[in-house]
């Protein structure tokens, strides 16, 4: 199975802390995605990182890749109320995406 | 900026019926994607099509069929609905160029 793993399943964190998110996948990608949704919500794209990259920011967040260890995290720094949804890796196999299983991110005010 | 637009947003169905769903994608964008997403489940691949043929082929029934048109949008049809057919049905668009798959805001379907 191509599916990634990821860790913890659930977070609950204060307001103003930061929270890491770990994907962990078994074959080799082309990139790997990172979306957030919302409670029955669509998905919306975060960041992209590509298997030659290693990290990448954008505002508060920030991306790793270890090609070598087939995983990555995400970091939300100063996390606020507003963050709580689901975060999911995906991995870029070809044309698709397979997604992780998710980690439920709850920031409380 | 345009996004991806699905419909219809919601739909109720008797087992045993059919629906289709409709996907345009953003402006200039070549490739589609389906996933279906059952509750408290991850997104799984349905399929995809680039430039109007099937590209790419996941877990999606035989019960399912979906094809893009030359305007680019997109039809997942759906046949022989069954209960375990109730899901969010969402709907991705990329260019060539640009590898970030860019979602729609899904189609929850319920059959009953």
């Known amino acids: 199975s191509q599916q990634g793993e990821e860790d913890p399943q659930a977070l609950s964190i204060q307001e103003g802390e930061n929270a890491t998110m770990n994907c962990s996948y078994k074959?080799?990608?082309?990139?790997l995605q990172w979306y957030r949704q919302n409670s029955g919500r669509g998905l919306v794209h975060l960041i992209l990182i590509r298997s030659n990259e290693r990290e990448k920011h954008s505002g508060r967040l920030r991306v790793t890749l270890d090609t070598s260890k087939k995983s990555s995290s995400l970091l939300i720094t100063a996390s606020r109320a507003a963050d709580t949804a689901s975060y999911f890796c995906?991995?870029?196999?070809?044309?698709?995406?397979?997604f992780g299983a998710g980690t439920i991110l709850r920031v409380k005010s | 900026a345009a996004g991806v637009i699905q419909s219809p947003r919601h739909l109720i169905k008797e087992k045993r019926e059919t629906a289709t769903l409709k996907c345009y994608p953003i402006p200039r964008h070549d490739t589609v994607y389906w996933y279906q997403q059952g509750p408290g489940q991850d997104p799984q691949f349905l399929i995809s099509f680039y430039e109007k043929m099937q590209s790419d082929k996941g877990s999606i029934p035989d019960r399912f069929s979906a094809q893009q048109f030359s305007d680019y949008h997109s039809e997942l049809n759906m046949s022989s609905l069954e209960l375990g057919d109730s899901a969010l049905y969402f709907c991705?668009?990329?260019?060539?160029?640009?590898?970030?798959?860019?979602f729609g805001p899904g189609t929850r379907l319920t059959v009953l």
């Open positions: 995906a991995m870029e196999y070809g044309n698709k995406l397979v």
């Open positions: 991705a668009s990329s260019s060539k160029n640009y590898n970030e798959q860019f």
């Open positions: 074959t080799s990608i082309n990139n």
